[in-house]
């Protein structure tokens, strides 16, 4: 049997009356939720517990399964539990428990039975632990609806089955046990069971088995069907059994259950009685039945007076804020969505205007008060009236936050709040002026004074402090209702500027209706607040760090040369913390209108109501009040970096300790270690006398970088600029935005390759240089190319082009997203390999000896079968005595020039080398294109190999004697070729 309401509070949960602060999270998950505050009860509580009269639930509550017959036997009188507060519905029920039933159920609800001097069962005394019901057991005897079990015996603390409860309880309802065969006998059970189907005892315990111990749930069940059914009277014939219009819970009790909608609530505080309005009647209690406000209810009632009150039918469906509430514009309108479950509506048509036909507020069930203008922090409650599981009606619970001062022993002020309460506060027509004007705030009233005695109020109003405040109209004591809302404390853990949710010590909270925090979208994180709330939403923030937000810093990269002439405002380039760059229009700097931002410095900004941005530089300041750090420094106003006179940042403030990289503090006494995912802005300056590249086609530019790409950066290769840190863990202060000055990008990247063939270059698809280069000894060459644009320095770009040409050995610069942009200045040296052994080379029979290590580059420019070997002329890259770069598989090396020595006047002679392969022709000639006179054989050409070695070789005359001719095999990388006259 499904369990429902009986009304009221509980014990266990914290379940208050409609209009109190209770928080409760729709959601059970570990991420920070949306705070709730659950004025509505959610079903899961309302459907599990009860009120009875004034009187509370049993701790068990939630075990009973037949809860309307446990709540009815209660309110009458019939049950009560045991002394540590449980019911025990499991336990079964003895026949001397089911005795006491009997005689209070047929004396109105109360114990008048009288105690007999002399007992009808031996063992009623004798039983230690049923003795105390000897009165009840007589009383039932005499009145014929308990015989014992033979032998004058009763068994008093056997379980009892459901067939024997059901015989006492027909002979209750005027049975005769002789006449209808209910006596021990063969048959007796199966008259029972037939009599008690007939008079509806066994309702809604179709699948129990009557034959097996009954425990005390279904005892309840039983009872309850019984004080509902007809009692019968006897005519003269002995089968002539008649039902009459009488009822045990009429003819006993006096009562009866009628059931409608709750639609209204009255509440006399001189008497403390409620009067309840249920369909077309009112029943007047000292039972607080607030909660089920326009629920479908069933009264035990007696006469006017309302015994109980429980949910008859249906219940909640849901609960939360308005807010919570999507989905109301689809295409048939018969849903709505809250925290992502989707709810049908029943007999709503298809308008979302149809959405506020079935809203009401709280005690105004059948008034036209919203009109559809439902503020989204007030609570709701959705309700099921017929039981069908959709939602019939929906009740909100309006209300205004009021700012509250002049508070004295039998009064106190409120007014709208206004910004000039705190630093955020919610916005004026967030709130509804129509509730403000019923609690005297009306237009022209600036503040409204209320007398204690006139009101209720909760909780303690304070100066300077806020309450919760609901016009009698939308109470149950048709009283306005102050309630005042503490400042409560906690520290920010997560702020969204998308959708402007708060987390607040992890319990998420909505910010959407604070004024001030569409300017600044966000607020500090770790940093501490006072706030007010209600439902899960921000009312009140108070606090120094309200801010600009990490993301609302900018580099400026580009400022158009004139402002726009109509809105006077200045195209402008930001870069922003996420690396994206953004065009805007920048109307304001430094609070000057008309004013142009500086290339290169460093800003907050806001966009205004216009959609312009205002920008504010960066200033130094340790200890900021208006900043989103708790550390902030600048070199200088606005940090700028660029190619301007004295705008090159700071040397030596950076480092590295054994936590990581770092800033200094400008006073040089604390590191502030940089957090891995730091923003860090840097200014890329790629003067060509800094970089340490030959070729870079790259302008200089500003980027984004991280906090872990600074890593392995010494100091001087970083100048600093700005540096924003906030204290977090053991209230150690880190990096969380920096500023600098570079040569190069860290996020560059090297890589080693011997040219294939010549560079070459395209329009077809974008403007760009490729080059094919060998990177191993795969034999596999690698393409790289520049990005596909024109936007890159044509110069250099050509000149890039001009030097990849085949056979040449490049460090080439990639950028991030792996383009070809430049190439490093690095000089190589050539060899012949004399010694190879163990991870060790010796070159040129010297005695320095490299090493081959793990990180070596290892280049094959021939044969790809051909491994390095003893006799390899090479060209390699040394750091010390490690070779960071190894090409092997080239041409022996030849130089291109020629020494003209002694005897030979080298102002008009000019020797050029030629080659083919290894086989190496010089050929010296006259400038002025004159023919020798001497014969070939008077010069010498010297050959002077990287092994040591030299060859001299003799000179040839040409047939036309214009050429000396030397020609020669290479043995080995050449060192130098010098020309003598013998």
């Known amino acids: 049997m499904r369990e429902v309401l009986w009304g009221g509070k509980t014990c266990g949960n914290r379940v208050g009356k409609m209009w109190e602060t209770v928080e409760f999270s729709l959601k059970n998950q570990t991420e920070p939720q949306k705070k709730v505050l659950s004025l509505v009860l959610c079903v899961a509580v309302m459907l599990s517990v009860m009120v ?21 036997c209660v309110v009458l009188g019939i049950i009560d539990g045991y002394g540590d507060g449980n019911y025990y519905p499991e336990k079964n029920l003895t026949r001397a428990e089911a005795t006491k039933l009997i005689a209070v159920m047929l004396n109105g609800g109360k114990d008048a039975v009288q105690a007999n001097t002399s007992s009808s069962y031996v063992d009623v005394k004798t039983d230690a632990d049923s003795s105390w019901a000897e009165k009840y057991i007589e009383f039932c005897t005499a009145k014929g609806i308990v015989c014992g079990v033979g032998s004058s015996r009763f068994e008093p603390s056997r379980s009892l089955t459901g067939t024997e409860l059901a015989k006492m309880l027909l002979v209750s309802l005027g049975y005769d046990s002789v006449k209808e065969g209910y006596e021990i006998g063969s048959g007796w059970d199966l008259n029972v069971n037939t009599d008690a189907v007939t008079a509806g005892l066994y309702k809604d315990l179709e699948a129990t088995d009557m034959a097996a111990a009954l425990t005390r749930d279904d005892a309840a069940q039983m009872i309850w069907n019984a004080l509902n059914a007809k009692q019968v009277k006897y005519l003269t014939n002995i089968s002539d059994v008649q039902a009459t219009k009488n009822t045990l819970l009429g003819s006993v009790f006096k009562a009866s259950v009628e059931t409608g909608i709750l639609t209204a609530i009255d509440y006399n505080r001189d008497t403390k009685e409620y009067t309840y309005t249920v369909g077309e009647k009112d029943y007047v209690t000292t039972a607080d039945y607030t909660d089920l406000f326009a629920m479908t209810v069933s009264v035990l009632a007696k006469g006017d007076d309302a015994l109980g009150i429980r949910v008859d039918k249906g219940g909640v469906v849901v609960s939360g804020a308005i807010g919570d509430i999507e989905g109301i514009a689809n295409d048939h309108f018969n849903t709505i969505t809250v925290d992502g479950v989707k709810y049908r509506l029943d007999n709503v048509a298809k308008d979302a205007d149809a959405l506020w036909d079935i809203t009401v507020a709280y005690n105004d069930y059948t008034g036209k008060y919203f009109d559809g203008d439902v503020k989204v922090q007030y609570a709701f409650s959705a309700i099921d009236q017929d039981g069908g599981g959709d939602i019939d009606k929906i009740v909100v619970y309006p ?16 007014h709208i709040i206004t910004p000039d309460d705190a630093n955020l506060t919610v916005k004026a027509n967030t ?15 600036s503040f409204n004074t209320v007398e204690f005695d006139d009101v209720q109020v909760n909780g303690t109003v304070v100066n300077d402090g806020y309450v919760k405040a609901i016009p ?19 520290t920010v853990t997560k702020a969204a500027s998308k959708d402007l949710l708060i987390s607040l010590d992890g319990t998420q909270y909505d910010g959407s209706l604070l004024e001030q925090i569409t300017a600044f979208k966000q607020i500090s994180v770790n940093k501490d607040y006072g706030y007010i709330e209600v439902n899960g939403y921000l009312f009140i923030m108070d606090g120094t760090g309200i801010v600009p937000a990490l993301d609302q810093y900018a580099v400026v990269t580009s400022v158009a040369n004139a402002s726009s002439d109509t809105s006077h405002t200045w ?17 304001a700097v430094d609070s000057l209108t008309k004013a142009k931002a500086t290339v290169g410095s460093l800003y907050t900004y806001e966009v205004n109501d216009d959609g312009n941005y205002e920008l504010t530089a960066v200033v130094n300041d340790p200890a900021p009040q208006d900043s989103e750090f708790d550390i902030q420094q600048a070199y200088k106003d606005g940090a700028t970096l660029n190619e301007g006179n004295n705008n090159d940042g700071v040397s030596n403030m950076f480092g590295e300790n054994t936590k990581g990289i770092y800033f200094l503090t400008q006073d040089k006494s604390e590191q502030l270690n940089i957090e891995d995912d730091a923003v860090i802005f840097a200014y890329i300056d790629r003067d060509p006398n800094n970089t340490g590249y030959d070729i870079d086609t790259r302008s200089s530019e500003y980027v984004v970088l991280k906090g872990s790409d600074l890593d392995g950066l010494s100091s001087n290769e970083v100048n600093w600029a700005f540096t924003g840190a906030t204290v977090k863990t053991s209230n150690v202060a880190t990096v969380d935005l920096g500023y600098i000055r570079l040569a190069a990008d860290p996020t560059d990247s090297t890589v080693y390759g011997y040219v294939v063939a010549d560079s070459a270059r395209t329009y077809d ?53 792996g383009d070809l942009v430049g190439v490093v200045d690095e000089t190589t040296e050539t060899a012949t390999v004399t010694g190879l052994y163990d991870g060790v080379l010796l070159l040129n029979n010297e005695s320095t000896r490299y090493a081959l290590t793990e990180d070596t580059v290892i280049i094959n420019a021939g044969n790809a079968k051909d491994e390095l070997q003893v006799g390899d002329a090479i060209t390699f890259i040394a750091d010390g005595d490690e070779l960071e770069l190894v090409v092997y598989g080239i041409d022996y090396y030849v130089p291109g020039d020629v020494t003209i020595g002694s005897g030979i006047d080298a102002t008009i002679c000019v020797a050029e080398v030629s080659r083919s392969g290894d086989n190496v022709t010089v050929s ?59």
């Open 52 to 72: 009875v009269g004034a009187g509370a639930a049993f701790s068990d509550q939630s075990k009973i399964k037949n809860t309307e017959a446990v709540d009815m």
């Open 399 to 414: 209300y205004v936050v009021l700012a509250t001062d002049y508070v004295k022993t039998d009064s106190f002020r409120t």
């Open 431 to 445: 709130q509804d002026s129509r509730i403000a004007a019923s609690l005297g705030l009306r237009a022209g009233v």
């Open 472 to 490: 009698a109209q939308f109470t149950a004591q048709g009283e306005d209702i102050y309630t005042a809302l503490g400042m409560q404390s906690a």
């Open 571 to 587: 195209k402008t380039d930001l870069l922003l913390t996420s690396g994206e760059t953004v065009t805007v229009n920048v109307s």
């Open 765 to 817: 698809d974008g403007h760009y240089v490729y080059v094919d280069v060998l990177t191993d000894t795969s034999g596999t060459a690698v393409q790289y190319q520049t990005s596909k644009t024109v936007i890159q320095n044509k110069t250099l770009l050509q000149k890039l082009y001009e030097n990849l040409k085949e056979g040449g050995v490049f460090e080439l610069l990639l950028d991030k997203n």
């Open 924 to 982: 010296m000639t006259k400038t002025d294109s004159a023919t020798w006179n001497d014969q070939g054989n008077q010069f010498t050409l010297t050959v002077s190999y990287d092994t040591g070695k030299t060859v001299s070789v003799p000179g040839v005359r040409s047939n036309d004697n214009k050429a000396i001719n030397f020609t020669f095999t290479a043995e080995a990388n050449v060192a130098s070729l010098s020309v003598v006259h013998n």
